[in-house]
């Protein structure tokens, strides 16, 4: 995202004027930290990939559990 030294904050892309400068206070914002940025692919944290793999051993011991009760009952 462009960010404004003067103003102290981000812009949007929406948020530029049409010459790519900050409403407030008229200077030019770095575009080029958004367009590489907007290229850059982003990785999953840690803390997801642990709740994925607790959802999969969660998932997958109620299935055995299931098929446990299944051969029960018949």
């Known amino acids: ?26 200077t030019k914002a770095d575009v080029a930290d958004m367009k590489a940025a ?14 994925v793999i607790a959802l999969v051993a969660y998932l997958g011991w109620r299935l055995i559990e299931a098929a446990l009760w299944l051969v029960d009952q018949l």
């Open 1 to 26: 995202m462009p960010w404004c030294d003067p103003c102290d904050k981000y812009l949007t892309p929406n948020g530029l004027t049409e010459d790519g400068s900050c409403p407030t206070c008229e």
């Open 38 to 51: 907007a290229t850059t692919p982003t990785k999953a944290p840690w803390h997801f990939w642990l709740m």
